[in-house]
Every structure is written in C-alpha cells, then in structure tokens.
T-cell receptor
Framework: DVKVTQSSRYLVKRTGEKVFLECVQD?????MFWYRQDPGLGLRLIYF???????EKGDIPEGYSVSREKKERFSLILESASTNQTSMYLC????????????FGSGTQLSVL | AQSVTQLGSHVSVSEGALVLLRCNYS??????LFWYVQYPNQGLQLLLK??????LVKGINGFEAEFKKSETSFHLTKPSAHMSDAAEYFC????????????????FGTGTRLTIIP
C-alpha cells in the first residue's frame, strides 16, 4: 500500500516561530501537495510540487514556503507562525496524470499560540 | 472558475437506511468529479471518481454516484448505511482543460459529516 507519512500528528508552536512540517511518500510519486483543512472551508491548496526542486503556488500560499530536495520528501515551512495558521495540515501525493487519485497523509494539527 | 457546493454540512441516517450526500458543481467544461472520505484521525481516501464514459460510477464500500450533466450534480448514494460509514465526505471537481500538471486544479467542497444512528 502507498504510504504518505507526516512527521507529527500534533504540534504546538508560539507566534513568530519558524515551523517545519515534513511529509514523506514511498511510491515514487511525481506530484506532492500541501493542503490546509478548516471547518466549513474544506481543503485549500497551499503549494504543490510536480518534480524535485520544482514548486507552484496553490490558492493560499501567503505566509508559507516549501522545499522539495528529494522526490519522496516535501516540506512545508511557516516562516513566522501566526495564530491564523492554526489548522489541520494535510500532505498528499499522486502520479502525474490529472485523473489519478491523491493519497493523503493522516494530517498534522498545528496550534499556534 | 470551477466550484463545488455540498448541501448539508451534517447528515444523519439510521443504520440500514439510504445514504444520500449531495454535490453540485459549476464548471465551464465537462469536469472530472471525485468523492473522498475522511475517517476520524485519518487522511482522505478516494471513494470513487468520474472522468469519462458511464455516468453511474461505483466505488468502494458499496457507494456509488451518478454524474448528471443537466443538473450539474454528482450525488453520492449507498442503499444501506452501516455504522462504519460514519465519516466526513468531500466532493471535488477538476477542470481538465485548465490544468498544466495534474491534480493542482482540484477544488474541494466544504464537506458533509455523516452520522449513523444505531
């Protein structure tokens, strides 16, 4: 089975801290994605990557950056965490075709105090 | 721009009853349509998808959905609810004409939480 692993299930950080969320997939997928999930808003795409060292902005990239140095690993970085970034963060991966399904990690619940 | 509307943020059905979760979309071209399910403390997993061909799509765990172009709908159904169906369900739409790389143009609905009453 495909596995998408997010390094932390729960994370508590303070305002202004630099935060790293890590995601690793084991199926050699080209595409990787970071979403945030908020009640009543569904999932919103932050950033995605279609190849190593390649990245593209999603719908809500402000306040975030990403890094993809190796194909299997995609990191989300909050340069200076703010309280409005408290959310559930979901990583996903897929093969390259548009109608291929996404495989999701189990999420990281980030609280910024 | 494409969008998805899921009617009802919470739906409760009795065990054994019909499950109907509603999804309407807007898209300028025939879209790709998806239903994902999220069980407690887990990520999302694909239930079923429509891309082309037969408009009635069967998925995992006895779920199915029908693409109705005239109604711009893709409602999810299951004839008989089971306790294990309790989860949050997300409808998603993708416009194949405006995507460059793949799933980056997937737009999710706001989700419907399904509760099963014993």
């Amino acid at each position: 089975d495909v596995k998408v692993t997010q390094s932390s299930r729960y994370l508590v950080k303070r305002t202004g801290e630099k935060v790293f969320l890590e995601c690793v997939q084991d199926m050699d997928h080209e595409n990787m994605f970071w979403y945030r999930q908020d009640p009543g808003l569904g999932l919103r795409l932050i950033y995605f990557s279609y190849d190593v060292k390649m990245k593209e902005k999603g719908d809500i990239p402000e306040g975030y950056s990403v890094s993809r140095e190796k194909k299997e690993r995609f990191s989300l970085i909050l340069e200076s965490a703010s309280t409005n970034q408290t959310s559930m963060y979901l990583c996903a991966s897929s093969w390259g075709l548009i109608n291929e399904k996404l495989f999701f990690g189990s999420g990281t619940q980030l609280s910024v105090l | 721009a494409q969008s998805v509307t899921q009617l009802g943020s919470h739906v409760s059905v009795s065990e054994g009853a019909l499950v109907l979760l509603r999804c309407n979309y807007s898209s300028s071209v025939p879209p790709y349509l998806f239903w994902y399910v999220q069980y407690p403390n887990q990520g999302l997993q694909l239930l079923l998808k429509y891309t082309t061909g037969a408009t009635l799509v069967k998925g995992i765990n006895g779920f199915e959905a029908e693409f109705k172009k005239s109604e711009t709908s893709f409602h999810l159904t299951k004839p008989s609810a089971h306790m294990s169906d309790a989860a949050e369900y997300f409808c998603a739409v993708s416009d194949p004409k405006i995507s460059n790389f793949g799933n980056e143009k997937l737009t999710f609905g706001t989700g419907t939480r399904l509760t099963i009453i014993p």
